[in-house]
C-alpha cells in the first residue's frame, strides 16, 4: 500500500511538472505576442514569388505531364541560385486607396519610415494611388509622406490606374515619375466649398440661429445663419489662399507644368494629361510592376493599423460616411463619361 501512494505521489508530482511547464510556455508565447503585437500590421509580400506561383499554376494546366515534371525541375534550380539578398536592387511597392479624410495616410507612415530604414539609393519606391482628393491639410500630410522618399533620393513612382484629382494628384506629384492607365484621371488642381444654408427654412419655421464669436473671421459662411457678401468674398479669399498654395506645391516638384492651363480644377485622363506634363508614362501599374520583377526584387509593403472595438466602431461609422461622400465625388467626374 505504501508504494502504491509513493508511485501515485510521484505520478501526481510528474503531471503537476507538466501543467507547471504548459502554463510557462503559454504565458511566454503570450508575452511575447502583446510584445510584438505593434509591429503585428506590418505585412511583406514577395511579388516576384508571387508571379512565378501564378505563372507555374498555368504552365502545369497548359503544359503535358512530362514537359511539365522537367519545367517543375528547372525552376526548382532557379529557385536555389537565386540570391535575393544582394544581386539585385528592391523596387518597394505601396498601395494608398485614398478617402476624403485620407485616413490611410496613418497606415502610409509606417510604411514609408519602414521603407527608408532598409531602402539603397538603388532601390526604387512605387507607389499604387488611387485618390479622389478631398481635405486638404489631411491630403498635404499625405503628400508630406510620399516627399521624405524624395529627400532621401530614392526613386520613387506614382502609378494611377484609376484616379489621382486634387488632393490624389497633389500627392501624385511628389514622385519622380507618375505613370497613368490611359483612361486613368488626373488632374483637378483646384479648390472647392459646398456648404448648404438652411437660414430661410428656419426662419420660415421662426428658429433663431444664434452664432457668438470672438474674432471678427472665427467664422465667415455658416450653414444656419445668414451669409453676407462680407462673409462670401472672405471664404473665397481663404479658397484662394489654398489654391496658390497647391499651385505652389505642384510647381516645386512639376517645375515644367502650364499652371494657367492645368489648375483651373478640370480633370483629365491618361494621354491627354501626359500631353499636358500632369503624367510622363501611359502604362498600368501591373505592367510596370512586371518589368520591375525583371531585374528587382520586388516587395509590397502595407501596414494595417491595430484598433479597439470602440475605435473600431467608429471608424465604421466613419468609413460609411467617406464612402458616401466619394460616391458623390465619384460621380461628378463619371458623368462626365460619354454614354
Known amino acids: 500500500m505504501t508504494e502504491f501512494f509513493i508511485e501515485y505521489g510521484l505520478f501526481l508530482l510528474k503531471t503537476l511538472t507538466i501543467l507547471v511547464a ?27 514569388k508571387r508571379y512565378r506561383m501564378m505563372a507555374n499554376a498555368v504552365k502545369q494546366a497548359v503544359m503535358k505531364k512530362e514537359a511539365w515534371k522537367k519545367e517543375a525541375k528547372a525552376e526548382k534550380i532557379r529557385a ?14 505601396i498601395d494608398f486607396k485614398g478617402d476624403l479624410k485620407a485616413s490611410a495616410a496613418a497606415s502610409l507612415r509606417e510604411e514609408v519610415s519602414t521603407v527608408l530604414e532598409v531602402a539603397r539609393p538603388d532601390d526604387k519606391v512605387v507607389v499604387r494611388l488611387e485618390n479622389y482628393g478631398g481635405v486638404v491639410h489631411e491630403h498635404g500630410l499625405a503628400a508630406s509622406q510620399l516627399s521624405r522618399v524624395r529627400e532621401r533620393e530614392i526613386p520613387l513612382t506614382v502609378a494611377v490606374d484609376k484616379v489621382a484629382a486634387s488632393g490624389g494628384y497633389l500627392m501624385a506629384c511628389v514622385a519622380n515619375k507618375i505613370v497613368a492607365a490611359p483612361f486613368a484621371i488626373l488632374g483637378s488642381i483646384g479648390v472647392l466649398a459646398q456648404i448648404p444654408n438652411f437660414y430661410r427654412l428656419l426662419d420660415n419655421h421662426g428658429v433663431d440661429f444664434e452664432m457668438i464669436m470672438a ?51 478640370e480633370h483629365w485622363y491618361g494621354a491627354q494629361a501626359l500631353g499636358l506634363g500632369l503624367a510622363d508614362e501611359l502604362k498600368t501599374s501591373d505592367e510596370l510592376l512586371l518589368e520591375l520583377a525583371a531585374d528587382h526584387n520586388v516587395y509590397r509593403v502595407s501596414y494595417k493599423m491595430k484598433l479597439s472595438l ?30
Not at 80 to 93: E, L, M, N, Q, Y
Not at 226 to 234: A, I, P
Not at 324 to 332: K, V
Request: hydrophobic content about 40%.
Open 22 to 48: 504548459i502554463v510557462v510556455i503559454i504565458g511566454a508565447v503570450t508575452l511575447v505576442s502583446k510584445k510584438a503585437v505593434h509591429h503585428d500590421g506590418l505585412e511583406i509580400e514577395d511579388l516576384n
Open 80 to 93: 536555389k541560385g537565386d540570391d535575393r539578398s544582394d544581386t539585385k536592387p528592391i523596387a518597394f511597392v
Open 215 to 265: 474674432g471678427k473671421h472665427k467664422r465667415n459662411v455658416t450653414m444656419f445663419g445668414r451669409n453676407t457678401d462680407e462673409d462670401r468674398e472672405k471664404l473665397k479669399a481663404e479658397l484662394e489662399e489654398v489654391h496658390t498654395l497647391f499651385k505652389a506645391a505642384i510647381t516645386k516638384y512639376r517645375p515644367h507644368l502650364n499652371m494657367d492651363q492645368v489648375a483651373t480644377g
Open 310 to 339: 470602440q475605435r473600431r466602431i467608429l471608424a465604421n461609422a466613419d468609413a460609411l460616411m467617406n464612402r458616401i461622400d466619394t460616391m458623390n465625388w465619384r460621380r461628378r467626374f463619371e458623368s462626365r463619361l460619354p454614354r
